[in-house]
């Protein structure tokens, strides 16, 4: 019923606003009444004033600014490139719309096939990314589907419903990153990453489209995809890590020191979201890589030496993945 259904909107759009740290109570009353016009005559007859109506009659009734405001915007963006809502409390009531819509008819087998949607499913998702990313709010994707996936009761909805979605968003996201003036390459880059924090999807690609302008991206792009290779052949990366004992030629123990060093310098430039910065630092690794592959044997007979090897190369590799999959960059 629509009673449950608003519900279960407000209290996921008091989670969201606690999250945001905003007036959570403004946030589940707008929610609550979010809905309420469409039970009216106006709204029966004129459907496209869904929203509008309820914030007058929110504002009629003795309700907030806040509250009324955030009835009308629950419904923003209306259409592709649409107004977002303006503020945290606005926010928070249309992601949990949003979402719960999202989660209830994915979660009974409804989803869009071909060019059918006719529950507006890909207009929701793409609402949900646009709010999250142009509004750059500090939230995880992830665990806002499994805050609306908690709100139906047990056995009602599938249980994958919160994956499924997460792959359906990240589907979405791509032409409208493509709009963006993003490569193809670079966001399967980004996106093969399975980030949570789209807030971060366009620094990331920022970053990315600075490194591949430099003299040393594609060199490292290309080491990138060797790596990937000679890991893929050998059956995946060791369990173990690097042994310094076992490291015998100048051109290992060097990549072993620089890529050492590397990482602790990016660590906190990746945590602060500076992925442009740590990956202009990654690029300073390229002589070190070159020597590598010009003057060490990968794939050595001691097995020891080689498990050690490819473990190096797991690092190496490792480091790039904290902004991008840089081996998925066309030359």
Do not use: W
Not at 17 to 38: F, G, H, I, V, W
Not at 153 to 171: K, P, R, T
């Amino acid at each position: 019923s629509q009673l449950e259904r608003a519900q279960r909107i407000a209290k996921l759009a008091g989670e969201i606003a606690q999250l945001l740290k905003t007036d959570a109570l403004s946030a589940e009353r707008a929610a609550y009444l979010s809905k309420a016009d469409l039970l009216t005559g106006m709204v029966g007859e004129f459907p496209e004033l869904q929203g509008i109506m309820g914030r007058y009659y929110a504002a009629h009734d003795g309700e907030s600014p806040l509250v009324a405001n955030a009835i009308e915007q629950h419904y923003f963006p209306r259409g592709a490139g649409g107004e977002l809502p303006a503020g945290p409390v606005a926010m928070s009531v249309a992601l949990a719309d949003k979402l719960d819509t999202l989660t209830g008819i994915f979660g009974i087998g409804l989803a869009p096939t071909g060019e059918k949607d006719p529950f507006g499913l890909r207009r929701a998702a793409l609402g949900v990314a646009r709010i999250l990313i142009e509004k750059q709010l500090p939230l995880d994707v992830r665990a806002l589907l499994e805050l609306a996936r908690s709100q139906f009761a047990g056995g009602v909805i599938a249980e994958s419903v919160a994956q499924d979605l997460y792959g359906f968003l990240l589907e979405r996201l791509k032409p409208y990153l493509r709009e963006q003036d993003f490569r193809p390459d670079e966001i399967e880059a980004v996106l093969c990453l399975n980030p949570t924090r789209l807030d971060h999807a366009h620094r990331r690609l920022e970053a990315l489209q600075a490194f591949r302008r430099l003299p040393e991206a594609e060199a490292l792009a290309a080491a990138n995809k060797r790596i990937r290779n000679i890991l893929r052949q050998a059956g995946g990366a060791p369990a173990a890590g690097v042994n310094p004992v076992l490291l015998s030629e100048a051109a290992e123990k060097n990549l072993a020191e620089q890529v050492a060093a590397a990482a602790a310098s990016v660590a906190p430039l990746f945590a602060a979201g500076d992925y442009a910065s740590a990956l202009k630092r990654l690029a300073g690794l390229r002589p070190a890589v070159d020597a590598f592959f010009d003057k060490v044997m990968v794939m050595a007979d001691d097995a020891a030496v080689r498990n050690n090897r490819l473990a190096l190369l797991n690092n190496l590799s490792e480091l790039f993945l904290g902004a991008a999959d840089i081996s998925r960059l066309q030359s």
